[in-house]
């Protein structure tokens, strides 16, 4: 499809310019709900970073994006949505290619910054999924050309200190979140934040909504004000963290000093120990760390080290009483 065709929207991310291009006005509309960049009118500087999200039959795809030969093909999966989607990756030099069957394709440049996401017209899937899938994380993915990094974390600011709660799916990121956010601390991401260096590292987030599951809403978080949920999709509810109403806002970015390994206990105390940072990046695999990433992975690899040397890192035991949860927290980080 022609760039003159598509509808551009221009973001400022900390001084790099993300250029996002549409072909129907209802996808970029759902997309800028989602994200929470600076709109940027009139960019003074050309797009460090473009993605173009396509709506199209899937008798298109192939004009649109073309799949590279079977040599090419890296891996095949089932994803699990609403219902399974085979999935199959494709890599060649600083590019991947991603097909989801029946539902959309996905074509990336790392080394240039840029990608083409294209879903298929009656898909049968909530469109939720594609902000989800394309806009938000193609988009952490690509940014690591203009010197961020992604890693699955949630991150709060407690007293203009970022903090970081990560752990592998389940660990309970989301809910540490909630439990500081109560206690009136500021939230950046409930699940993943991107790192980048200035004058000191930064949390930085590019989307102000945040999830939490069901099940931990009603048992820890009744307080939750439901008319301010966004969106509702596999047992998780999706809010706009501006929308909680007598909760503390949304921050765009803060210095990190400290990373929290979560363990849950299922028990009512909580507990922390300091650890050393080299044996925190076995905790970053895989969902920080992909192996599917040949291109990336070194490079965020030796980042991440550098990066963990110049915090503090904590191994947390994850009780069930969020009260106390917060109160070690923050004792361990305005000491």
């Not at 939750?224 to 109403?245: C, M, P, Q, T």
């Not at 965020?300 to 915090?311: A, D, P, R, T, W």
Request: with cysteine; proline share 4%.
């Amino acid at each position: 499809m022609p760039e003159r065709d598509l509808i551009k929207k221009h973001y400022d991310l900390l001084g790099t310019t993300v250029e996002l291009g549409f072909n129907t006005r209802s996808w970029l509309a759902s997309t800028a709900e989602y994200l929470s960049m600076t709109d940027c009118q009139s960019p003074a500087l050309p797009a460090g970073i473009q993605l173009n999200l396509l709506e199209a039959a899937a008798c298109e795809a192939d004009q649109l994006v073309v799949l590279p030969d079977e040599t090419c093909k890296q891996d095949e999966t089932v994803m699990q949505l609403s219902r399974p989607v085979q999935t199959r990756y494709y890599t060649r030099e600083f590019q991947r290619w991603i097909d989801y069957e029946n539902y959309g394709r996905v074509w990336l440049d790392y080394a240039r910054g840029a990608a083409t996401a294209i879903r298929f017209r009656d898909n049968g899937f909530d469109p939720f999924y594609s902000d989800i899938l394309f806009s938000y994380n193609l988009l952490t993915g690509l940014l690591i050309k203009a010197g961020f990094y992604s890693i699955h974390a949630s991150c709060i600011n407690i007293g203009g200190k970022g903090v970081l709660f990560t752990g592998n799916s389940g660990k309970g990121k989301s809910t540490a979140a909630f439990a500081l956010m109560r206690k009136g601390h500021p939230a950046l991401s409930d699940d993943r934040v991107l790192i980048t260096k200035r004058e000191e590292y930064l949390g930085v987030a590019i989307s102000d909504v945040i999830k939490l599951r069901r099940q931990a809403a009603l048992e820890f978080f009744p307080d939750l004000a439901a008319g301010s949920l966004l969106h509702e999709l596999d047992g998780e509810i999706y809010f706009k963290v501006n929308a909680l109403r007598k909760w503390p806002g949304y921050k765009t970015s803060v210095p990190i000093h400290h990373l929290f390994i979560l363990d849950r206990t299922g028990q009512p105390q909580s507990s922390l120990a300091g650890i050393n940072p080299a044996r925190v990046v076995g905790e970053l695999f895989p969902v920080t760390l992909s192996t599917w990433d040949p291109y990336n992975i070194e490079k965020k690899f030796i980042y991440l080290m550098e990066f963990l040397e110049n915090i503090s890192c904590w191994r947390v035991s994850f009780g069930t009483d969020m009260d106390e949860f917060a109160r070690i927290i923050e004792k361990a980080v305005m000491g």
